[in-house]
């Protein structure tokens, strides 16, 4: 029993790292909490499911399901990004030039975040949806646990991006180039780099992600217009014991909430997951606000 | 509560149901005002105290047929000591952590309301709870009850004037425009952050006892973390440190989204069209006019 709960924290680990990964991306350029990132992720599943169920379904419904999901994953990246992009450009970029306080930032945001969550269940209804066909296939047993095909390409997915999105922070000159803005901007662009382009960069790169995170979880679990609440919820406490900005902090945090959080529904009962969660968070909050990682936070901000 | 209005005279009752509605909203809202706009404490936990006074209150007089008169006050000192409670440990929060730690406080408090089943019925909610009675007639038409409502608006628009106005006023608002140099005048500040989230929580408290005792029943889907983001939106869009600005808040945002409901378009669409519309609005706000409607507070 322990290891299968060990198995699904790690599986709800690997989804929080991915999400949190994204917003650690963003919040390091940005410093403050972009909110709307979970309706990034939630955008991301309901365009997938657009993709391979509802579209294919008018033209064609006899295509083949590896054809449909070719077509589904560079769009749901590209659009994802694309997404942040937009947001960044529209609501963030004006309120940064007139040098706004955060919870400007901050309410600007959840105005963002139920904007396009309407907006999605406009479209597709309040029901859930799933994406899941065909019937449930029994998974593999591994060390005294099941764990399906699905639930094994979540896991790898997520280590190729965090290693993938780790050697292209530190070893490309746009990574090396974030990483300068996230230390000090001012500095960054004293020696000639663009804090506009690098936060562009990081909207795109970390929504992308987002994209990513919301496709995996919905081949796993239904979907509904609300999802990006819990996801940005767990993707900013993952941060934050993590050590706020740090990306193997996002990674640790993930994990570590994915796996505090189903030992608790384990021992206690299901319905505490999100108290559990919180009561991390505020703990680490009170007595290790740098997180894992014991991150600098800087002086005005805690 | 479609049987009630369909009977006699329902617009009427419908607009004066409104009004009860806009008048609990704007306690919690001048409530939250003293926290986050005067003082300039970014609380996200609204929704929690009003849960802890609205279920305290109705435990109170289902279980042991105490008088809601009484568990009103009950119900807003237990929330005042959880404000207490969460206010200690917050002092050592800025910004947007203290926001993000009081937001948790609001998903635990709501956690409990849903899962601790043997108190609170959890997501079954608790019906039948019973309205205000005085000179032992229970108060409750509509109307009636929007006097009462009104008579505690009117309470708790006079203590917050009385504060903001005062000298203990001035120093909320030294705190939040310069915590230091307020410390550096020799202001207790850790003591006025948290008796000014006491007050809040207090009259937060109250709110949710009237809210249980007009609508009869609650479950904690009232008491949701979007509710708290809800009652801050209003205090911002009405205007930060504006006590006349938490009232256009709260009624702008309360009664403009139930206009929508006479469009004549089915709820699936309105509902979420609605909110779409509530979105755009704090967006727009945010870009054109952050101190709010009625606000004077320029943003640092």
Redo the contacts between chains.
């Keep these: 029993m322990l290891q299968q709960v060990l198995i699904n924290g790690l599986i709800s680990g690997s989804i929080y790292t991915l999400i949190s990964l994204g917003f650690a991306i963003i919040y390091r350029t940005v410093r403050f909490f972009h909110f709307a990132h979970g309706v990034v992720y939630a955008g991301g599943a309901y365009l997938a499911y657009t993709l391979v169920v509802s579209f294919w379904s008018l033209v064609d419904s006899s295509g083949s399901l590896f054809l449909r999901w070719c077509i589904a994953v560079p769009a749901v990246i590209v659009c994802a990004g694309a997404v942040g992009v937009l947001i960044d450009r529209v609501v963030y970029r004006p309120l940064r030039k007139r040098k706004a306080p955060n919870l400007v930032f901050l309410i600007a945001s959840f105005g963002v975040f139920i904007f396009i969550q309407n907006l999605l269940q406009l479209i597709y209804g309040a029901q859930m949806l799933t994406l899941r066909a065909g019937s449930v296939k029994e998974g593999h047993h591994i060390l005294g646990a099941v764990i399906t095909n699905i639930q094994i390409l979540i896991l790898v997915v997520s280590c190729l991006l965090f290693v993938t999105l780790w050697l292209f922070v530190q070893k490309t000159k746009l990574g090396k180039a974030m990483r300068a803005v996230a230390d000090d901007p001012l500095a960054a662009s004293v020696v000639g780099i663009n804090p506009e382009r690098i936060i562009l960069a990081a909207f795109a790169i970390g929504s992308a992600l987002a994209g990513v995170a919301g496709m995996l979880v919905s081949l796993e679990t239904n979907i509904e217009p609300t999802m990006g609440m819990n996801a940005i919820l767990k993707g900013i406490i993952a941060s934050i014991i993590g050590g706020i900005g740090s990306i193997p902090g996002a990674m640790f945090g993930g994990i570590f909430l994915g796996l505090a959080e189903n030992l608790g529904i384990w021992k206690i009962s299901a319905g505490w997951k999100d108290c559990i969660a919180f009561a991390i968070l505020i703990v680490f909050l009170l007595i290790r606000p740098g997180g894992i990682m014991n991150v600098k936070t800087h002086g005005e901000r805690l | 509560m479609t049987s009630v209005f369909s009977v006699a005279k329902p617009i009427m009752e419908y607009f004066l149901h409104i009004l009860v509605i806009t008048g609990i909203y704007v306690i919690l809202t001048l409530s939250l005002n003293l926290v986050v706009g005067y003082t300039g404490l970014?609380a996200l936990g609204h929704a929690a105290f009003s849960c802890v006074g609205a279920y305290t209150s109705s435990l109170l007089a289902l279980k042991y047929g105490l008088s809601p008169w009484l568990g009103l006050l009950i119900g807003a000192c237990v929330a005042a000591v959880l404000g207490a409670v969460v206010g200690a440990?917050s002092l050592?929060?800025?910004?947007?952590?203290l926001?993000?730690?009081t937001?948790?406080?609001g998903?635990?408090v709501y956690?409990?309301a849903?899962?601790w089943v043997a108190v609170t019925r959890g997501p079954m909610g608790l019906p039948g709870i019973p309205g205000f009675s005085i000179f032992g007639g229970e108060i409750s038409a509509v109307w009636s009850y929007l006097i009462l409502v009104a008579v505690f608006v009117v309470l708790t628009y006079l203590v917050m004037h009385r504060i903001v106005s005062s000298p203990f006023g001035r120093i909320l608002r030294a705190i939040r425009d310069d915590e230091i140099a307020a410390l550096a005048m020799g202001k207790n500040v850790n003591k006025y952050k948290i008796i000014v989230f006491v007050v809040g929580a207090f009259f937060a408290g109250i709110a949710g006892s009237l809210y249980a005792h007009y609508i009869t029943f609650i479950d904690p889907s009232s008491f949701t973390v979007?509710e708290s983001?809800a009652i801050?939106?209003m205090v911002?869009f009405g205007g930060m440190g504006s006590l006349g600005g938490s009232f256009v808040g709260a009624a702008i945002l309360v009664i403009f989204p139930e206009m929508l409901r006479f469009l004549g378009m089915p709820s699936?669409?309105a509902?979420?069209?609605r909110?779409?519309i509530?979105?755009?609005?704090?967006?727009v706000?945010?870009?054109k006019r952050?101190q709010g409607v009625l606000g004077t507070y320029k943003?640092?």
């Design positions: 970014a440990p050592r929060l800025k910004g947007d952590y926001a993000l730690a937001f948790g406080l998903v635990i956690s409990i849903k899962n979007m983001i801050l939106l911002v699936s669409v509902a979420p069209l909110q779409m509530y979105g755009l609005l704090l967006i706000l945010m870009l952050p943003w640092k």
